[in-house]
């Protein structure tokens, strides 16, 4: 899981950043979300490809958990990663010594748009935390 410590600016607020990030997984890329608050003031936010049940037979769908922790008055923690990296891993490694060898390289090439994903997104949550609008983010951080 990817880490990175952020400061809030101009009027930005914890809310703001989840709740941007979730609107541009559901609209740039094209990802079914659910977000959910604790009771620290933590937003979890996971993601999951539309086409998750087809692709992730053959390695190709994409699961996000991006994490916002409030660390101080205005200073976050924003983690993002997935679970199914693992899985993926797991696939990888099978794939290539059972005759299912095209399996290893869908997951393969999976596990590398997982983790550029995880990184896009710790790019759009920074450029946020700044006071970016939606549409600058979209530039900058795709």
């Not at 937003?43 to 999951?48: F, S, T």
């Not at 993926?88 to 869908?106: E, R």
Request: net charge neutral; proline share 1%; aromatic share 4%.
């Amino acid at each position: 899981m990817k880490t990175q410590m952020m400061t809030l600016s101009n009027g930005t607020t914890i809310s703001d950043v989840a709740h941007t990030i979730e609107t541009l997984l559901m609209t740039r890329e094209n990802m079914a979300t659910q977000l959910l608050t604790t009771e620290h003031g933590e937003y979890i936010i996971q993601a999951r490809s539309h086409n998750a049940k087809a692709s992730q037979w053959v390695g190709l769908d994409q699961n996000l958990t991006f994490r916002l922790t409030p660390v101080g008055e205005n200073c976050v923690m924003a983690q993002a990663g997935s679970e199914r990296w693992l899985s993926k891993g797991a696939l990888l490694a099978t794939g290539t010594f059972i005759i299912a060898w095209p399996l290893a390289v869908t997951s393969g090439i999976g596990l590398v748009k997982q983790k550029k994903l995880a990184e896009r997104v710790l790019n759009m949550a920074i450029l946020c935390a700044a006071g970016a609008d939606q549409g600058q983010m979209m530039m900058m951080a795709m």
